[in-house]
């Protein structure tokens, strides 16, 4: 059961979470399993992790797999929230004021995911559906052409730097760049200034009040203190 404090808002319920932690872990040892077996300067130090080479190679694709159904998951678990909208198009053409900061709140029209979030979600979807095409030959290289298995390897490889890319970016964003942010993925639970301050539109719906509002009053009670 989750404990919601006074100046708090449900963020992310347990489902959500775990999911979340599912396809995270799968993710790592995915990426560290597949790194062992792909990079020779690197195979020494992290098979051992995975009890040695031959072990290594059988479990990196069952690991994969397991990110994949956690991933699944979360697809459908979003599909809502993560839908593309005008109110998208509007927050890019902004883009440069949320990256420097510029502007204390995040425009009013900023729902439960903005766009930079929503475009992060959907590339790595792509890279998810490459990522697991071409694993299959890779898997099974004798049912496969020679070919085929090749491109696989590189378009494998693409598919996963481009999502540690974006792994390192999501870590940054959740906690250095949004303090409180990783609070709705621990415990649930993320404060209501944290919410006016970087959704909006999405306090607003949860609480009824209006967000510049109840920054503007909570700044002046700051400044009385």
Request: hydrophobic share 50%.
């Amino acid at each position: 059961m989750i404990s919601i404090r006074e100046n708090e808002l449900l963020r992310h319920p347990v489902y959500t979470r775990v999911l979340h932690w599912s396809s995270a872990m799968f993710f790592v040892l995915a990426l560290l399993s597949g790194f062992a077996l792909y990079t020779p300067w690197l195979f020494h130090s992290l098979t051992p992790l995975f009890g040695g080479g031959p072990l290594t190679r059988l479990l990196h694709p069952w690991l994969s797999l397991g990110f994949v159904a956690a991933f699944a998951l979360q697809i459908v678990n979003w599909s809502a929230p993560m839908a593309w909208t005008s109110d998208d198009r509007r927050w890019l053409k902004h883009l440069r004021t949320y990256v420097t900061n510029a502007e204390p709140l995040e425009p009013e029209h900023v729902g439960f995911f903005n766009a930079g979030q929503k475009l992060y979600f959907w590339a790595i979807v792509a890279s998810t559906v490459l990522f697991s095409i071409t694993g299959v030959p890779m898997w099974f290289p004798g049912t496969f052409g020679r070919l085929a298995v090749a491109m696989s390897y590189v378009l494998h490889d693409v598919a996963a730097l481009l999502m540690l890319a974006g792994f390192i970016i999501h870590i940054y964003e959740g906690t250095a760049q949004q303090p409180g942010t990783l609070q709705g993925m621990t415990r649930g639970t993320v404060e209501k200034r944290w919410a006016w301050t970087h959704h909006p539109a999405w306090y607003r719906a949860v609480t009824g009040r209006d967000p510049r509002a109840d920054y503007e009053r909570a700044t002046a009670a700051g400044r009385n203190d």
